[in-house]
Structures are given as structure tokens and as C-alpha cells.
């Protein structure tokens, strides 16, 4: 495991020395492990079992790439969550670009830690690699849009539609800013996922089996203020429940740029084990068949 820091570290030092700021080299892709920047292009992963997919929902800053930071850096440097081993990712590079600013921030107590921020139309697609003693090898896919990509499926449905990972998700883990929650910003945040839902009912976004989670991140911001938090909370709560008409599961309270977070750990060791199915047929993936098919 030592060895792979060494190797991405060397392949972030040697590919971003030449213009780290360069917006235009993170949407060319062109870096090997680079994430993934079409859904189509899971169909070209190799797999015997059926890949976990997940879904992170939010908008510009709810935190959504923070948490990606902090569950890639548990792994490598565990190289183990539960009994997965996790051993290798298609997306080295792409995971690499998110926490870029967070391992310069270590080097420098007074930096306070921080994920650079997804860029509309960036790349999005994330693929992790487990080995388990009785199950096997096991490959979990994670979106990350940008938030803006959340505003723009908001206000204009044609391109939801488009979206047809979301469709064949396992898991869609809804991010909620704590902060706005406090600070007299629910209302706001509720009306945008008002719209968002709505779209994603209308273009049938929700397959049958889809877990439903509310992910509340920033919970360090409600410090001094629990009681509003608690209230708040429950309300956003009920208003999503009586939007989705899908039962929701269990909401999870993190700081997700915290990567010592034992919370962010249980949750993604639920993430990889959620699903361990042997591939049997094409009814297995619904629409979704990486092997077989493009997705369509």
C-alpha cells in the first residue's frame, strides 16, 4: 500500500507541476486514472460481480467532494475498511485531484483542511476495488457531480434525463449544509430540492430498490445552536418525506472533510457491503448491463 502512495504521488507531482490551476487539463481527461467523464464508460469495467453504485446528490458547496476526500484517504491509509481490502481503483487520478489541497494542508498546520471543489461538467464518475476473504472481489462506482450539474438538472429536466447512472443507482445520498439549517437557510434549500425531486420523479430517476439517505454534513456548524438544529432538521425532514413518497433510510450526521470520522467510515463500509450478487443474468441490472451493453 505504501508503495501505491509513493506511485500517486509521483503521478500527481509530475502532472500537475506544469499548470496545477490549468482548469482546462482537469476537463481534458487525459491522465491516466482519470475519472470517468461519460456514464457509458462503465460498461467497460471488469467485474464478476455486480458494481455498487452510488449516487452523491447536492449542490455547490454541500460538501459532497469533501467526502469523497475523506473516504479515499481512510483507505489508502488503512488499505482496509471492515474485512474489504481495498487494493486498487480505476480512478486513481481522479480521487488524487480531490484531495490535492487537503494533503498540501497537512504539510501546514495553519491551512485549514479543504477538497477543491468539483467543476461543473468535470469528469464525475469514481471507482474503488475490494477483495473480501468470502466474497470476493467486489467494485463500488461513485457519482460526484458538481453541485452546479445539481442546479442545471434543477432547472432544465432534458438533461436529468440524460442521467442514467442515477437511474440504476443503489444508493442516492442526499447532502444537507447544517449551516444553511441554522442560519435561516432551510426554506432556500428545501424549495431546491422541491424542484430537483419533482424532476427526478417526472423522468423516473428512482428505480424500485433505490436506498433513499439524507446525508447532514457540517454538523460543527451547529454548535451553540442544537436545539434550532434539531427542529430544523426534523422539518427539512418531513417536507422531503412527503415529496419523495419513497421510504427514506436512516439519516447520517458527519463533517465531511473529517477523515477520522468514524461515522464517514460505517457509512462507506455499508456502501461496499450493501450488495454482493454473483452476475446470473440480465435481469440482475435492470437497464444496466456494463458487460453486455452500453448504456442506453
Not at 449544509?177 to 423522468?203: A, F
Amino acid at each position: 500500500m505504501s508503495e501505491k502512495i509513493d506511485l500517486i504521488k509521483g503521478t500527481i507531482q509530475n502532472s500537475s507541476s506544469s499548470s496545477p490551476n490549468d482548469i482546462d487539463a482537469y476537463n481534458i481527461g487525459s491522465f491516466i486514472g482519470e475519472a470517468l467523464d461519460n456514464d457509458e464508460k462503465i460498461n467497460s469495467l471488469i467485474s464478476m460481480t455486480k458494481p455498487e453504485i452510488t449516487v452523491l446528490v447536492g449542490f455547490v458547496g454541500f460538501g459532497k467532494t469533501s467526502f469523497i476526500a475523506s473516504c479515499y484517504h481512510m483507505l489508502l491509509t488503512d488499505g482496509n475498511i471492515g474485512d474489504y481490502m481495498f487494493y486498487d481503483s480505476d480512478t486513481l487520478t481522479g480521487f488524487e485531484r480531490r484531495v490535492y489541497l487537503r494533503r498540501i494542508s497537512q504539510e501546514y498546520d495553519e491551512i485549514t483542511p479543504q477538497t477543491r471543489r468539483t467543476i461543473r461538467g468535470e469528469p464525475h464518475l469514481l471507482t474503488l476495488r475490494f477483495s473480501h476473504p468470502k466474497h470476493g472481489d467486489k467494485v463500488v462506482v461513485i457519482s460526484d457531480h458538481s453541485g452546479e450539474d445539481y442546479d442545471d438538472y434543477r432547472n432544465k429536466k432534458a438533461n436529468l434525463e440524460k442521467d442514467v447512472l442515477l437511474r440504476n443507482a443503489d444508493r442516492i445520498l442526499f447532502f444537507v449544509d447544517c449551516g444553511k439549517l441554522v442560519n435561516n437557510g432551510r426554506l432556500n434549500m428545501q424549495n431546491q430540492y422541491s424542484q430537483l425531486i419533482q424532476n427526478m420523479h417526472e423522468t423516473s430517476s428512482f428505480r424500485d430498490s433505490v436506498k433513499i439517505q439524507f446525508l447532514f454534513n457540517k454538523l460543527d456548524l451547529t454548535e451553540g445552536k442544537e436545539e434550532k438544529y434539531k427542529l430544523e432538521k426534523q422539518r427539512f425532514l418531513d417536507t422531503m418525506n412527503d415529496i419523495l413518497h419513497i421510504p427514506i433510510g436512516d439519516s447520517v450526521e458527519v463533517i465531511s472533510n473529517q477523515v477520522e470520522s468514524e461515522t464517514v467510515k460505517k457509512l462507506l463500509l455499508d456502501i461496499i457491503d450493501n450488495t454482493r450478487m454473483n452476475i446470473q443474468g440480465e435481469n440482475d441490472f435492470s437497464k444496466l448491463d456494463w458487460v453486455k451493453s452500453m448504456l442506453k
